[in-house]
């Protein structure tokens, strides 16, 4: 059998691939602590699993519009107004089967043979392949550990090439936990009108964050840049809603039309009752975001100060998202083996920085519990102290 070539050209998830063998060696019966997923470890709170319930009872079980059911369409575009500045109507909302695949799309919609996307290193894993699947050239531009892992002004422009087609922006990040402040953001979004550029701001983490960082949507600098910029976002990590899959897209109109037409020929209506779980999401108090960041902010501390404590391993403070990103340059040896010998011989599963771009760095989820937080640290110490 003769696969196309593009399958050949993509990465299969490293994030996954690890969650699943660590998984696998749990079935066995082994003490494995996982740091992998960025997954929230809270239950879905009770009214969004509520109001999904009721909509079964209401037999909302059928068939659905591909852009989504409207209801959500309009929460979400008055979430959008209200909390990110955006001025976008229902109309410029596409519903997705989680965040992820709202960037799918948009790169199938947008992005063609010979078009490059600038990308800053490290990143999401599934940034560059999507771009690859797509057809387009992935450029990497890689960022310093001074400059607090984000791209500069300056390196945007150099990056940009007749070719170029879109930016991608994450803030806060996956991998690093660092946030833009806003003056960083405006300056990145002259750049990005000054180039006449194409930016997707993906923005799934912004309600995580730390000491007081402020979180600004780069559309909402100006009306130029909100000409330019394509919000991708969902539900998964705000509300402990990771298996629900519900996401969104929201931008110019023609390209939610085009997006909308290529989902209504890969998955149709995302799944009809989680909607209303999702409408519930945004339509309730916000009190369950709140606990939930209160116990991340105390997780963030634990393992920081774990980290830290460390022989050889440095960790920049996250400012956003449920992510540390260490440091192991010193100790001599790959992120991937680094991985590998950890959880094979101390059942601690952590994600290869070579994953995201960076392979002196590995990534620690720190959304699980703080028992499960010390004892992995104390696992980490032990490994580290015998590469020492």
């Known amino acids: 059998m003769k696969l196309a070539a593009r399958v050949t050209q993509v990465t299969p998830s490293m994030t996954l691939a690890i969650?699943?063998?660590?998984?696998?060696?749990?079935?066995?019966?082994?003490?494995?602590?996982?740091?992998?997923?960025?997954?929230?470890?809270?239950?879905?709170?009770?009214?969004?699993?509520?109001?999904?319930?009721?909509?079964?009872?209401?037999?909302?079980?059928?068939?659905?519009?591909?852009?989504?059911?409207?209801?959500?369409?309009?929460?979400?575009?008055?979430?959008?107004?209200?909390?990110?500045?955006?001025?976008?109507?229902?109309?410029?909302?596409?519903?997705?089967?989680?965040?992820?695949?709202?960037?799918?799309?948009?790169?199938?919609?947008?992005?063609?043979?010979?078009?490059?996307?600038?990308?800053?290193?490290?990143?999401?894993?599934?940034?560059?392949?999507?771009?690859?699947?797509?057809?387009?050239?992935?450029?990497?531009?890689?960022?310093?550990?001074?400059?607090?892992?984000?791209?500069?002004?300056?390196?945007?422009?150099?990056?940009?090439?007749?070719?170029?087609?879109?930016?991608?922006?994450?803030?806060?990040?996956?991998?690093?936990?660092?946030?833009?402040?806003?003056?960083?953001?405006?300056?990145?979004?002259?750049?990005?009108?000054?180039?006449?550029?194409?930016v997707v701001s993906d923005e799934i983490y912004e309600k995580l964050l730390y000491d007081g960082a402020e979180h600004l949507s780069i559309g909402a600098v100006s009306p130029e840049a909100f000409e330019r910029t394509i919000v991708s976002s969902g539900f998964a990590k705000t509300y402990a809603m990771t298996g629900w899959r519900v996401g969104f897209l929201a931008g110019p109109l023609p390209l939610i039309k085009a997006t909308i037409t290529i989902q209504g020929h890969s998955t149709s209506n995302v799944c009809t009752f989680a909607q209303y779980g999702a409408i519930a999401a945004y339509e309730a108090p916000q009190d369950c975001v709140q606990q939930m960041l209160d116990a991340f902010t105390e997780r963030r501390q634990v393992i920081l100060n774990s980290i830290n404590a460390m022989p050889g391993l440095s960790c920049p403070k996250p400012d956003g998202a449920f992510y540390v990103f260490p440091n192991i340059g010193q100790l001599g040896i790959s992120s991937l083996e680094f991985c590998d010998k950890l959880l094979d011989d101390y059942q601690v599963a952590a994600v290869p920085g070579i994953a995201f771009g960076a392979d002196d760095c590995i990534r620690l989820s720190y959304a699980t519990d703080v028992d499960s937080i010390r004892r992995g640290m104390d696992r980490l110490t032990t490994y580290v102290k015998s590469i020492i």
């Open 19 to 198: 969650d699943t063998k660590a998984k696998a060696m749990k079935r066995e019966g082994i003490d494995v602590i996982s740091f992998s997923v960025g997954e929230p470890d809270f239950d879905t709170p009770a009214h969004i699993r509520a109001a999904a319930e009721a909509a079964l009872e209401q037999g909302k079980t059928r068939y659905g519009a591909a852009a989504g059911e409207p209801r959500l369409r309009e929460v979400i575009a008055q979430k959008l107004q209200r909390d990110n500045q955006l001025c976008y109507g229902a109309e410029n909302i596409l519903v997705t089967n989680g965040g992820k695949h709202s960037l799918f799309n948009l790169m199938l919609a947008l992005i063609e043979p010979g078009d490059e996307v600038i990308i800053p290193a490290p990143y999401w894993v599934s940034y560059p392949e999507m771009v690859k699947l797509a057809g387009g050239t992935p450029v990497i531009v890689s960022t310093t550990l001074e400059n607090g892992y984000k791209i500069t002004p300056d390196q945007l422009r150099q990056a940009v090439t007749p070719r170029t087609k879109l930016f991608v922006f994450n803030s806060p990040s996956n991998p690093t936990g660092m946030v833009y402040t806003p003056d960083e953001v405006r300056a990145i979004a002259d750049v990005v009108v000054e180039q006449d550029l194409l």
